[in-house]
């Protein structure tokens, strides 16, 4: 009798992993969540910018004070920093965040390079997040509703992207952040709650001039 046939053996540039069905759902929903919140928050702004381009005096529904003011933040540089607005690529990013939440709980399966990607794209999202909302902060002085509510999905979906990442050797750590790496992943939701109140309490202490007129 001939041998039996080999398996046949494909090369993949990544290797898939062992896959951590109860985490990858989390995400999966948190992604969903996401994807709709700032859709949301994406689609106001978008909607209230091209009002104002139509009517200089409109003021957006969002526009409460002199501080808290949407109107003011569309109608700086910042807003518009690639030449078009920051809005668009909110709607491109948030629809795609959507389909990946999706797609998970479908069942497929992403390989490394895809999650590489993917945390990469959440860093540079939360990065720009960051920025945009400093500059908000301290050299426009105004923030925007919608924006923080976009900074307010944006940060967790890159923070327990890449804990995932880490935990499921997706991105190697270094030997010498095995143990910060470690309570990161023990203390993930306290950290969390720390990075919002740190940005909570920045916007109080820098407008607080303000607030506490009116408290």
């Known amino acids: 009798m001939p041998p039996p046939p080999r398996p046949l053996k494909l090369n993949m540039p990544f290797k898939l992993f062992k896959r951590d069905y109860a985490s990858e759902t989390w995400l999966a929903w948190l992604y969903i969540i996401a994807g709709m919140v700032g859709l949301k928050a994406s689609l ?3 909607i209230d910018k091209f009002d104002l ?4 005096g409109f003021t957006p529904s969002c526009s409460i004070n002199p501080i808290i003011s ?9 807003a518009s920093i690639f030449g078009f607005d920051d809005t668009l690529i909110g709607l491109v990013a948030f629809a795609a965040l959507l389909s990946v939440g999706v797609s998970i709980l479908a069942g497929a399966r992403h390989n490394k390079w895809f ?3 993917f945390v990469a794209v959440a860093a540079g999202g939360a990065i720009f997040a960051h920025w945009l909302l400093y500059e ?7 923030v925007c509703p919608w924006c923080l509510t976009v900074d307010a999905v944006v940060i967790p979906l ?3 992207t890449l804990l995932y990442s880490l935990k499921q050797n997706i991105l190697p750590t270094p030997k010498i952040l095995n143990s910060t790496v470690d309570m990161a992943q023990r203390y993930k939701h306290v950290i969390l709650v720390l990075w919002y109140l740190g940005i909570a309490l920045t916007i109080l202490l820098h407008f607080w001039y303000y607030f506490k007129t009116v408290i």
């Open 44 to 46: 106001a702004l978008t």
């Open 53 to 56: 381009l139509k009517n200089p």
């Open 70 to 78: 949407c109107g003011t933040v569309m109608k700086t540089a910042q």
């Open 115 to 117: 999650w590489q990607l």
């Open 136 to 142: 908000a902060i301290f050299n426009i002085n105004a």
């Open 158 to 160: 890159f923070w327990y």
